[in-house]
């Protein structure tokens, strides 16, 4: 009688427990986004060495000035070592905004940085056949609209979902952001930003019973394309008779 194999969860289907991953090093992490924001930004590697050696040189200056410069070296490395970092941060976080600008849901992973006090749907509360966006948050301000795409045609969407939400909650207020390069639109870097400094108007169970209503109100309808509707097909009753 063949033996049974092992149903341990933790095996593979021969037998073999599967490899683990291992965890990416804080240092692996630091040379990933070097390498995305120097594709983007060429010039980050002088900086980032224009800013260690001008810390380091004034950590020397100091040190040649009101004692050994030696100590104020090693004092100054750490710091000038920060630096850099604080100089490749922000240059990555430019670099990374600059590769999704004007991709569809770009505007959704900007908002995604807001770590509390919103909550935004992953898919799209209203869109249009060209691909116009309008991603819908909730937090202590109210509600807020974030659509994408030009300004004549996203406009229209904001409008038609501030009404539609207006409809339900009459005393709650709702905010329509426009995210772009054009005209009194908001940059995509500076949109988690802009969210963020809304005033709070809401108490934390209001914002609970808000998402509640939303929740029952609905996402977006996907457009159905132009001819026969599916929801309103009538069988051919003589081609089901063979006629």
Same mark, same amino acid.
């Given at each position: 009688?063949?033996?049974?194999?092992?149903?341990?969860?933790?095996?593979?289907?021969?037998?073999?427990?599967?490899?683990?991953?291992?965890?990416?090093?804080?240092?692996?992490?630091?040379?990933?986004?070097?390498?995305?924001?120097?594709?983007?930004?060429?010039?980050? %590697?002088?900086?980032?060495?224009?800013?260690?050696?001008?810390?380091?040189?004034?950590?020397?200056?100091?040190?040649?000035?009101?004692?050994?410069?030696?100590? %104020?070296?090693?004092?100054?490395?750490?710091? +000038?070592?920060?630096?850099?970092?604080?100089?490749?941060?922000?240059?990555?976080?430019?670099? =990374?905004?600059?590769?999704?600008?004007?991709?569809?849901? =770009?505007?959704?992973? =900007?908002?995604? #940085?807001?770590?509390?006090?919103?909550?935004?749907?992953?898919?799209?509360? +209203?869109?249009?056949?060209?691909?116009?966006?309008?991603?819908?948050?909730?937090?202590?301000?109210?509600?807020?609209?974030?659509?994408?795409? *030009?300004?004549?045609?996203?406009?229209?969407?904001?409008?038609?979902?501030?009404?539609?939400?207006?409809?339900?909650?009459?005393? &709650?207020?709702?905010? %329509?952001?426009?995210?772009?390069?054009?005209?009194?639109?908001?940059?995509?870097?500076?949109?988690?930003?802009?969210?963020?400094?809304?005033?709070?108007?809401?108490?934390?169970?209001?914002?609970?019973? &808000?998402?509640?209503?939303?929740?029952?109100?609905?996402?977006?309808?996907?457009?159905? *394309?132009?001819?026969?509707?599916? #929801?309103?097909?009538?069988?051919?009753?003589?081609?089901?008779?063979?006629?």
């Amino acid at each position: 009688m063949a033996r049974n194999k092992s149903t341990d969860p933790s095996t593979g289907v021969d037998g073999t427990k599967p490899k683990k991953q291992k965890k990416q090093r804080w240092y692996h992490q630091v040379w990933d986004a070097y390498k995305m924001t120097r594709t983007e930004d060429p010039a980050v %590697t002088w900086i980032m060495l224009a800013v260690f050696v001008g810390i380091l040189a004034v950590a020397i200056g100091i040190g040649l000035a009101w004692g050994p410069w030696v100590y %104020t070296l090693i004092v100054g490395l750490p710091f +000038a070592f920060l630096g850099s970092l604080f100089v490749l941060t922000r240059r990555a976080e430019t670099a =990374a905004y600059s590769r999704i600008d004007g991709q569809p849901g =770009a505007a959704r992973a =900007a908002l995604g #940085t807001i770590r509390r006090g919103w909550t935004f749907d992953d898919e799209p509360v +209203a869109l249009n056949p060209q691909q116009d966006l309008v991603f819908r948050g909730i937090g202590r301000a109210g509600v807020v609209l974030v659509g994408e795409g *030009p300004a004549h045609r996203v406009s229209k969407l904001l409008d038609a979902e501030k009404r539609r939400i207006t409809r339900v909650l009459p005393n &709650v207020p709702v905010t %329509t952001i426009q995210c772009g390069n054009g005209e009194d639109q908001v940059p995509l870097k500076k949109l988690a930003r802009t969210v963020q400094k809304l005033r709070p108007t809401l108490t934390k169970p209001e914002v609970a019973e &808000v998402s509640k209503r939303l929740r029952a109100l609905g996402g977006a309808k996907l457009p159905i *394309p132009k001819g026969i509707d599916p #929801t309103r097909a009538r069988p051919d009753r003589k081609g089901m008779r063979g006629r």
